[in-house]
Nanobody, 121 residues
């Protein structure tokens, strides 16, 4: 049973914008904490942004450029990405869990399949 489905990735030039969407179903969306992670080849999955109980959290490198939001009516979490840089290139994953704050991947119970974001210089 599919719980999280990401969309919105693509190819964009540096300085451009993309909005990622994560549609949740079932138990995934009932989790209080939602987050976005990303992974590049040869690296561990890293926390990008998280939302829980009305609070949002960001890794330093995306603060001021990325915004996470949640629409309960649509069971969807968004990641608005502005002023994109080539170093933002990665596969982005949506995750759902119970713990708030900047958490490691092991603290999330549900994961999407990922969506590729490529930023050209």
């Amino acid at each position: 049973q599919v719980q999280l489905v990401e969309s919105g990735g693509g190819l964009v030039q540096a300085g451009g914008s993309l909005r990622l969407s994560c549609e949740a179903s079932g138990r995934a969306f009932s989790r209080p904490a939602m987050a976005w992670f990303r992974r590049t080849p040869g690296k561990e999955r890293e926390f990008v942004a998280g939302w829980s109980s009305g609070l949002s959290y960001y890794r330093d490198s995306v603060k001021g450029r990325f915004t996470i939001s949640r629409d309960n009516a649509k069971n969807t979490v968004y990641l608005q990405m502005n002023s994109l840089k080539p170093e933002d290139t990665a596969v982005y994953y949506c995750a759902a869990g119970d713990k708030s704050g900047m958490r490691p991947p092991r603290d999330y119970d549900y994961w999407g399949q990922g969506t590729q974001v490529t930023v050209s210089s």
